[in-house]
């Protein structure tokens, strides 16, 4: 990344952090195979047990409950596949690692804000006696959007039902409490809390089915087979122990959104009724696609996203803002700005000020209808 460049793509992720790369920098320099019984093998050993007391710190578990994984997909596959569940239950507005892990999920509602329907759930749960699974996330990657675990949490162990929430989003942002929160499972990914990309872990309360198919040696409790990534799991630890300080950014955020509500007032803020992690923003710009949007800042040295940006890379259609329940033209205008442990003020000026060039450029030109000025 260039040193004049503006990275407002947290959500995507964010930028590793200095401590991070220190603690991934002496893993990798010492070596060791965690389960070597010489003592390269248990200072490695040390790292990774390290590093699991920091990252059960930050969510309230117990370190014999974090399985570390390669990210936030394989520990979403790893508890849908591995929880003795057959009935499982997901919101509309789940990352596609929760929505494609299982077939035949039940897909619980949302309302305009992206907020779970609770008596949806509910209803649906009291449907049949079948043992469920219901997984609802923390926060949500495009619109920042914070579901209400607790009370999902309540209404799934009323049920009888395990509660999985993936925390990828939320975690090191806004507080969470596995136990406090009745949470079963939990996932985690470190690339989005400023530790490298390729580890995560999935927290399984203690007592709680985990059953995996992956063959292999008895690492992580027989949980996960595969020699430990002790650097990345280090980096992890490294910048899960920095993000437990949390992020203060909202007061940005709000700034940034006024600012480009005065300048197109019809610029539209998706999720806006719901309490929402403070470093997010999914913002139309009205009249102005959002791949334009991302292209001509990009040119201005600013990187954010599409709200509806897929995993190729493309701009594609959000199921997020579909559930709900935005128009098709209205979603194709989303812009996703997400801050970020190293955001200064000075890329929130930066970013309105191309933003407002941008949509003045537009509305001179014949390549869109704005609908305000
Ligand atoms: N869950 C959510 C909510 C996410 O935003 C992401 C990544 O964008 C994932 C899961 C997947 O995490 P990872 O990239 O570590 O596989």
Redesign the pocket.
């Known amino acids: 990344m260039s040193p004049a460049s503006v990275y407002l793509d947290h959500?995507?992720t964010s930028p590793i952090r200095p401590v991070a790369l220190d603690a991934m920098g002496e893993a990798l320099r010492a070596g060791g195979n965690p389960s070597s019984v010489h003592r390269v093998g248990r200072a490695a050993r040390a790292r990774v047990e390290a590093a699991r007391r920091k990252v059960a710190e930050l969510v309230g578990a117990l370190p014999a409950e974090v399985v570390f994984t390669s990210?936030?997909?394989?520990a979403?596959n790893l508890l849908l596949r591995g929880c003795g569940r057959t009935r499982i239950l997901v919101s509309a507005v789940e990352?596609d690692?929760v929505r494609r892990a299982v077939a035949g999920a039940e897909v619980v509602p949302v309302d305009r804000d992206g907020v779970v329907d609770v008596g949806a759930l509910e209803q649906m749960l009291a449907a049949s006696q079948e043992p469920a699974l219901v997984s609802v996330?923390f926060a949500n990657?495009e619109t920042g959007v914070l579901q209400p675990v607790r009370d999902v949490a309540r209404i799934a162990r009323g049920a009888g039902a395990l509660f999985h929430c993936?925390a990828?989003?939320g975690a090191g942002k806004v507080e969470i409490d596995v136990h406090g929160m009745g949470i079963d499972y939990l996932?985690l990914?470190a690339?989005?809390l400023g530790g490298p990309?390729g580890v995560?872990a999935l927290i399984a309360r203690a007592g709680v089915p985990l059953a995996t198919d992956r063959k292999g040696g008895g690492q992580e409790s027989y949980r996960r087979a595969g020699t430990e990534n002790v650097a990345g799991i280090a980096g992890f630890g490294a910048a899960a122990e920095a993000a437990a300080d949390g992020l203060d950014v909202v007061m940005w955020r709000d700034h940034l959104e006024r600012e480009l509500q005065r300048i197109a007032p019809a610029a539209r803020v998706f999720g806006a009724g719901a309490s929402r992690l403070g470093n997010t923003s999914c913002i139309s710009m009205p009249g102005v696609k959002a791949e334009t949007q991302v292209m001509a800042l990009d040119l201005a040295g600013i990187c954010v996203s599409s709200g509806a940006a897929c995993s190729s890379g493309k701009v594609g259609h959000s199921a997020v803002l579909e559930a709900m329940g935005v128009e098709p033209s209205s979603a194709a205008e989303a812009l996703r700005i997400s801050l970020g442990w190293n955001t200064v003020s000075g890329d929130i000026e930066r970013l309105i000020g191309a933003w407002r060039d941008l949509y003045i450029r537009v509305s001179r030109s014949d390549m869109s209808c704005p609908q305000a000025a």
């Open positions: 959500n995507a990210g936030g997909t394989e979403n990352h690692s996330m990657n993936d990828v989003q996932s990914s690339h989005k990309a995560g």
